[in-house]
């Protein structure tokens, strides 16, 4: 809802509409009319369709996609809605901010921000403004990784072809024990 992730509108508006049902439950026909979170649209939509649309156009399409969910209870809502959300490469990703700079040292580029996103998956870089996919890596392709002050290296690929990725980022450190653990845990689940 608050536009970290990136999601199409016809999806954000079927996940409007089972927040809605997670939210309100099962209600007569009549409790779900046009004003009902017109108010409220924010808490529904991301800002940048709300900034597109009209919020009554908004909301209409919302209480449409509801009446597939009249019948769900709260909870039969909260767990559709985390079996959609969960499909997303960003679903369960912690994200820090950096910036990827060039391997040259002299290099005169200021480098590119990029929002980098941990999770049990893996790793993937959004761009900070769109949040479009840039890159994603399965922690089996992360070959390596560490951190120095105030930097961030991760080389990731398969052993015929590889990325090599520096960045400045204050939080280097909190990357690189978070893909720590998490490539240790992928491991002992291996074993």
Do not use: W
Not at 105 to 112: A, F, N, W
Not at 125 to 137: A, C, Q, W
Request: hydrophobic fraction near 35%; include cysteine; charge should be positive.
């Amino acid at each position: 809802v608050q536009g970290y992730y990136p999601i199409e509108e016809k999806d954000s508006l079927e996940l409007a509409a089972l927040q809605l049902q997670a939210n309100f439950g099962v209600n007569e026909e009549s409790f779900y009319q046009p004003g009902l979170i017109l108010d409220k649209i924010q808490k529904y939509v991301p800002k940048k369709y709300r900034t597109k649309r009209e919020h009554s156009y908004l909301e209409n399409k919302i209480l449409t996609e509801h009446e597939a969910f009249v019948s769900l209870s709260k909870t039969e809502a909260q767990i559709k809605y985390l079996s959609i959300v969960k499909k997303y490469q960003t679903y369960g990703c912690t994200f820090f901010t950096a910036l990827r700079v060039s391997r040259v040292r002299k290099s005169k580029d200021p480098g590119e921000d990029v929002v980098i996103g941990i999770s049990e998956r893996g790793l993937v870089m959004l761009d900070p403004v769109t949040r479009n996919l840039n890159h994603d890596f399965e922690l089996s392709e992360i070959l390596t990784y560490g951190f120095k002050d105030n930097s961030f290296l991760l080389v990731a690929g398969n052993l015929m072809q590889q990325k090599k990725f520096n960045f400045r980022s204050m939080h280097g450190r909190e990357m690189h024990d978070l893909l720590r653990i998490y490539i240790a845990r992928l491991v002992q689940l291996q074993e």
